[in-house]
């Protein structure tokens, strides 16, 4: 079983949709947890951090399941430049004492007229 | 302007010749990784380095080196590079470790732009 599980779609929605993934992790020393967005292959950027109690982020909300390790995040008002791949990140301490961040691979959206 | 620059962004080469992609970050960050990023595989991380001279294997090393004898530069080494290291790198960098970026605690990473690799 994969560390970081998501749906890799792809999802093909029209503007103005709303439109979620959900992410799973297997290790429960899992910490911190993040939603990163990359384009046509080019380098990851964060999108946003996933808090305990949920956090929205304008059109964007994220929230975590410490219970049944499950990270989701949810796009609302969909527009055609959130067509990306959106990748789920845990971060795990044990192993080493520097932590390890594991990454998903990726869903991809795409966003059409 | 905070920027992880690394080179060359494209290369193709041949099986067994030794290639160097650097990496140069100027955050004065401390923690630095390398990662390879391979279809329905996601990222996954080659080595890392805590600082200077301190570094050590992630999920794949087989086949990598790399070296951080300044903090600014980590770069990674291919001695005899193979097609099943036909890839995607990127290098990133942070303020800390992933240990310390704790709920409600950011710790950006930095990517570059990414390094097309092909092993012929």
């Known amino acids: 079983r994969k560390e970081v599980e998501q749906d890799p779609g792809p999802f093909n929605v029209p503007e103005g949709a709303t439109v979620a993934f959900n992410c799973t992790y297997s290790n429960s020393a899992s910490q911190s947890f993040f939603w990163y967005r990359q384009d046509c292959r080019k380098e990851p950027k964060l999108l946003m951090s996933v808090y305990s109690s949920g956090n929205e982020d304008g059109r964007f909300t994220a929230q975590l399941n410490r219970a049944s390790q499950y990270i989701s995040l949810l796009i609302r008002d969909s527009k055609l430049s959130d067509s990306a791949t959106y990748l789920c990140v845990v971060n795990t301490i044990g192993g080493t004492s520097y932590g390890k961040l594991t990454f998903g691979q990726g869903t991809i959206l795409t966003v059409h007229p | 302007e905070a920027q992880v620059t690394q080179n060359p962004r494209y290369l193709i080469t041949v099986t067994g010749k030794k290639l160097t992609v650097t990496c140069s970050q100027n955050m004065n960050h401390e923690y630095m990784s390398w990662y390879r990023q391979d279809p329905g595989l996601g990222l996954r991380q080659i080595y890392y380095s805590m600082n200077v001279e301190v570094t050590d294997k992630g999920d794949v090393p087989e086949g990598y080196k790399v070296s951080r004898k300044e903090k600014r530069n980590f770069p990674l080494i291919l001695e005899s590079p193979s097609p099943n290291q036909t890839s995607l790198y990127f290098c990133?960098?942070?303020?800390?470790?992933?240990?310390?970026?704790?709920?409600?605690?950011?710790?950006?990473?930095?990517f570059g732009e990414g390094s097309w690799l092909t092993v012929v």
């Open positions: 990133a960098s942070s303020l800390y470790p992933p240990s310390l970026a704790l709920d409600g605690k950011r710790n950006t990473i930095y």
